[in-house]
Structure formats: C-alpha cells, structure tokens
C-alpha cells in the first residue's frame, strides 16, 4: 500500500466530514471545503477518523490513493487553522499595500500592479515589504502567492525582487573585470 495513502486522518474536535460518491465535504470552525477525488478511491468515515482505500495495486491506483489522502488531510487541517504564506519584498522603492480587496505592488515598472485578492484568502502587509497570504484552502494559498511571485521574481545579481520568506536566492558574480592582461 501507499505509505501516505495508508495513513488514517484523525478528526479533530469541532470538524465534521461527509462523503458522498466522490465528493468529500469538510465542515470545520474556520469554513468549509469540498473537493471531487478519483472514483477508484474509496473514502470511509469512522468515529474519529478517515480512512481511505483503493481497489488494486495497479501504479495509477497507488499514485492517485496517496493524492487523495494528501487532499483530505490538508482539507481537515486547513479548517482548524488556516494556512499561511509569507513573502518579502527587496529593492529600493519596492514595497506593497492592500486597497480593500486589491493589493497594489510598486515594483520599479512604470506603473503600479493591482491584483485583486481571491475570494476566501486574506492578504495583510506589514511595514510595506512583508506580504502575509492566509487561507483555508492550500492550494489556493500556494498559488496565489506563486502569482505575486512571479509579477517580480528575484533576480540573482542584486537579489531584487519578491521572494518567500527566508528564501535563499543563489546570487552571480557581476561582469569580469575588464582588461586583465592579454
């Protein structure tokens, strides 16, 4: 079996899942979350756990058994507490801020980026270059940060740009000096 897939998930106080066909619901203090999974998963709910089955060892069956547990799992987890992306902002004059449900980004182009922030996500900016994505959905999350990043990825000369917190961005030595001896 799938060593992911195996994995029973543990409900905790206060979440509710329902299972119909495949369609999972997750109902939990923070909001609620569904999702289709494969036909060939079976999802079973008992007392305080999820568990999840697939028919055969077949390679599609085992690949698709650890992806939907992964599924559920951030499903349960991201009602209890959201999940949270941060990243920073590098550069002299860069920086960020929220105009109710935008975020507007000065990134030394001639104009300022206006993005609208997804439905479910919160996007909160602290000392114009700290940039904080919180949601229940992972995904979501994930890819909205993603986006922003790639608006101004950082480069590796200068190091300017948007990066995840803590990144660390592989910087290039600059031009050669020129006329060293021919």
């Not at 109902?27 to 289709?36: A, D, E, M, R």
């Not at 698709?64 to 999940?83: Q, S, W």
Request: charge should be positive.
């Amino acid at each position: 079996m799938s060593r992911i897939g195996k994995k029973p998930i543990e409900i905790p106080k206060g979440v509710t899942v329902d299972v119909k066909n495949s369609d999972v619901q997750v109902k939990g203090p923070k909001g609620v979350l569904t999702t289709t999974l494969p036909e060939m998963i079976n999802v079973t709910v008992e007392s305080d756990r999820v568990v999840l089955t697939r028919p055969d060892d077949r390679k599609e069956n085992r690949a698709y058994h650890g992806l939907a547990r992964a599924l559920v799992a951030n499903m349960v987890r991201g009602v209890v507490e959201p999940f949270v992306k941060e990243l920073e902002i590098q550069g002299v004059g860069y920086r960020a801020e929220t105009k109710g449900k935008q975020i507007v980004l000065n990134l030394g182009f001639s104009h300022p980026v206006e993005i609208d922030v997804p439905k479910g996500l919160g996007v909160s900016v602290d000392r114009n270059v700290m940039i904080k994505i919180e949601g229940i959905d992972r995904q979501q999350v994930g890819q909205f940060a993603a986006d922003l990043r790639s608006i101004r990825p950082p480069e590796p000369y200068k190091g300017k740009g948007i990066r995840y917190l803590n990144e660390h961005v592989r910087r290039k030595v600059g031009k050669a000096v020129a006329g060293t001896g021919m």
